[in-house]
T-cell receptor
Framework: GQNIDQPTEMTATEGAIVQINCTYQ??????LFWYQQHAGEAPTFLSY????GLEEKGRFSSFLSRSKGYSYLLLKELQMKDSASYLC???????????FGAGTRLFVKA | EAGVTQFPSHSVIEKGQTVTLRCDPI?????LYWYRRVMGKEIKFLLH????????ESGMPNNRFLAERTGGTYSTLKVQPAELEDSGVYFC????????????FGPGTRLTVL
């Protein structure tokens, strides 16, 4: 079967660091997306990992371990505007069909 | 460049009626995807077009749903007849042809079936 698991909610403090974990079990895995979605808006692309390891992009970093079926999104220097849902999604071979997790709602408090 | 647009933004219809949703992808994007998110659930893949051809429609829930992309530009998703469980947000996304596909999402159409 195909399954993506991520925590439902997380709370963190402004200026802190937060790590959102994601585990996946999919057939024909190609790569792992992270999207950010503010309430009532479209998901916006954050990262796509195909190879094992950490990729850094500004305040956001994403990690992938293909052998463990595991990824995480790391957010540094949290800002209030980072309060949103973060969606983990796995793409199949060819990178087209994408399976989404239910999303992690992140609340950033002052 | 203009983003993915969807029309309408909201639609409220009665059970048994027909609704057609439209998606205009980013110009030049050959790949077009339809997704659906029902209340409290994850975003689910419906289908994928490459230009005008259906590449993968394994996520379409049943034959009440019909997607088209004549001419390989905009796409429509028709639900006929609509049922209560079809309520949700329908997202469209597009991407370039390439080694990986950063998908750009539209704002979604919120469909409510009463």
């Amino acid at each position: 079967g195909q399954n993506i698991d991520q925590p439902t909610e997380m709370t963190a403090t402004e200026g802190a660091i937060v790590q959102i974990n994601c585990t996946y079990q999919t057939s024909g895995f190609n790569g792992l997306f992270w999207y950010q979605q503010h309430a009532g808006e479209a998901p916006t692309f954050l990262s796509y990992n195909v190879l094992d390891g950490l990729e850094e992009k500004g305040r956001f970093s994403s990690f992938l371990s293909r052998s463990k079926g595991y990824s995480y999104l790391l957010l540094k220097e949290l800002q209030m505007k980072d309060s949103a849902s973060y969606l983990c999604a796995a793409s199949n071979t060819g990178g087209f069909k994408t399976i989404f997790g239910a999303g992690t709602r992140l609340f950033v408090k002052a | 460049e203009a983003g993915v647009t969807q029309f309408p933004s909201h639609s409220v219809i009665e059970k048994g009626q027909t609704v057609t949703l439209r998606c205009d992808p980013i110009s030049g994007h050959d790949n077009l995807y339809w997704y659906r998110r029902v209340m409290g659930k994850e975003i689910k893949f419906l289908l994928h077009f490459v230009k005008e051809s259906k590449q993968d429609e394994s996520g379409m829930p049943n034959n009440r749903f019909l997607a088209e992309r004549t001419g390989g530009t905009y796409s429509t998703l028709k639900v006929q007849p609509a049922e209560l469980e079809d309520s949700g947000v329908y997202f469209c996304a597009s991407s370039r042809t390439g080694s990986y596909n950063e998908q750009f999402f539209g704002p979604g159409t919120r469909l409510t079936v009463l």
